[in-house]
């Protein structure tokens, strides 16, 4: 047998890999493929960088995951964890209690999540990611048609290409086909629509809010298709992200919101990645100018330094759930962790101190959105768009065409190669390039990042061109 690993052995990249190999089952990853190349494993971080255990430091222009907004290295986080863990690490919220940090965070976000016509947000529901949360979703929306007396009204509609969390009710939610493919799913009662995005699907001629009205008016004809009493919700990202930064024409919500509203729908607005700055408002229904019922949350609330999620519940759900609903029977051990919640609550001190929200909108947002600009112009690029402060680009094979590359080429794969061996992290979806930053970073470090995207570009179509495929 081996010797048992403590927390202060210290190993080797190789180690590490065959470790890694050998015990580790990882989230979406091929493992004879990992097991050949080893995986990548990474260190340390502090700002907008992180390392490598080789040394190699790399811009990480995805925040983790599309979470650390205010960067790493935040010593305020750590300390709030600290002292949270010393004074109460752990207790639950279920018979009764309830604990101090929880109930702050509670009242701070009920603040922070602005009105929107008649529909206000006073209450949280906690979980300790998205997936749970849209899990959660499922059971308040059930719920609360019950309660009114409509157990009927059961199918939530979602989108081809949305990304909702890998629980068996996240990945139904979600739109991705090789998800389903896998699990049987999506479990019943969830149906799909084809997601607004222009590039793809809108006519020649179209224009993208002409499109945008198309597009939402995909909902209609299903709800007339399934029978408008038996649908339950819509749920929707803001944004796609996971899908890759699929951003709808200005048209889209708005009718949307006519849509729900004519048919009575309960709306739920999945703010997983969009929340806590990443479109320049803390909350991204409010850039829309939407009113949902329902607001997802996880990812940015703490920074993505401990999990936590939630949902936001609106005055029309939280009504009938609270006044009509008696107990709810449904909840994790770690709603409400103290520990998260104290971390959330330092990590929103700095989100206003800084003005993150704000700055995204008035400064780095419509300098990130000029920098995509420019780079639209290059010759592999085919669209590239920004919003807020996370951005997408096309990689085409002839750009007037608009003419994309065969798949099997996996050119996306390719650009993000060059990306990492030039110390950038950057997402590939599909050829759809994807960048999501921190939140903190200056023009300097903006006009750095865009250098490695511009070299990354430049590399890929030297490959492509010797290669002879373009
Ligand atoms: N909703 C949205 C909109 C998300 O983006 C989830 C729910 C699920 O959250 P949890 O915390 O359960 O993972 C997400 C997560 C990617 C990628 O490849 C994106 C996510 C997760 C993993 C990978 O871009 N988003």
Not at 409 to 429: E, P, S, T, W, Y
Request: proline content about 5%; some cysteine.
């Amino acid at each position: 047998m081996n010797a048992p690993i403590t927390s202060s052995h210290s190993l080797s990249t190789s180690e590490i890999q065959a470790l890694d190999s050998a015990h580790f089952i990882h989230p979406f990853t091929d493992h004879g493929d990992l097991a050949t190349r080893g995986a990548r494993v990474i260190v340390k971080s502090e700002g907008i960088y992180i390392w490598d255990s080789e040394g190699e430091k790399m811009l990480d222009a995805m925040s983790g995951l599309w979470c650390v907004n205010v960067g790493y290295g935040r010593k305020e986080l750590a300390q709030a964890a600290y002292d949270q863990m010393m004074t109460l690490p752990f207790y639950n919220s279920f018979f009764q209690t309830t604990n101090v940090p929880a109930v702050k965070l509670a009242t701070r976000l009920a603040a922070l999540a602005p009105k929107v016509g008649d529909r206000t947000f006073e209450h949280v529901f906690y979980s300790s990611s998205g997936s749970e949360s849209n899990d959660s979703n499922v059971r308040m929306v059930r719920r609360y048609w019950d309660l009114l007396g409509q157990p009927q009204r059961k199918v939530i509609i979602s989108r081809h290409n949305a990304y909702h969390g890998s629980t068996m009710a996240g990945a139904s939610l979600g739109g991705m086909s090789g998800m389903h493919a896998q699990g049987d799913l999506p479990i019943p009662n969830i149906t799909h629509i084809e997601q607004p995005y222009f590039f793809e699907n809108g006519l020649p001629g179209e224009s993208a809010d002409a499109f945008g009205l198309r597009a939402a008016g995909w909902l209609e004809e299903k709800i007339l298709a399934l029978g408008a009493d038996k649908v339950a919700a819509f749920i929707a990202e803001p944004i796609q992200g996971a899908g890759g930064v699929i951003i709808p024409p200005t048209s889209y919500w708005p009718e949307i919101q006519r849509i729900v509203d004519k048919y009575g729908i309960l709306l739920i607005s999945d703010e997983v990645i969009c929340a806590f700055g990443r479109l320049g408002h803390w909350f991204a229904y409010e850039k829309f100018g939407y009113k949902p019922d329902l607001v997802t949350f996880a990812k940015a609330v703490t920074s993505g330094y401990i999990p936590l999620g939630g949902v936001m519940v609106g005055n029309r759900v939280a009504k009938v759930l609270i006044e009509r609903g008696g107990e709810f029977n449904h909840g994790y051990t770690y709603s409400g962790h103290p520990v998260a919640c104290a971390v959330a609550l330092a990590n929103l001190d700095i989100m206003e101190s800084e003005q993150l929200p704000q700055r995204v909108k008035d400064d780095i947002g419509p300098y990130l959105a000029k920098c995509f600009e420019s780079i639209a112009e290059h010759p592999l690029v085919g669209v590239a768009e920004t919003c807020g402060f996370t951005a997408g680009l096309v990689l085409v094979k002839n750009k007037s065409a608009r003419e994309h590359f065969a798949e099997e080429l996996g050119v996306g794969m390719m650009c993000r190669r060059h990306c990492f061996q030039n110390g950038l992290i950057m997402r590939a979806v599909g050829d759809r390039m994807i960048i999501a930053p921190p939140l903190i970073m200056t023009h300097a470090d903006i006009d750095d990042m865009m250098c490695l995207i511009r070299l990354a570009l430049d590399l890929t179509q030297q490959e492509l061109t010797q290669k002879g495929l373009i």
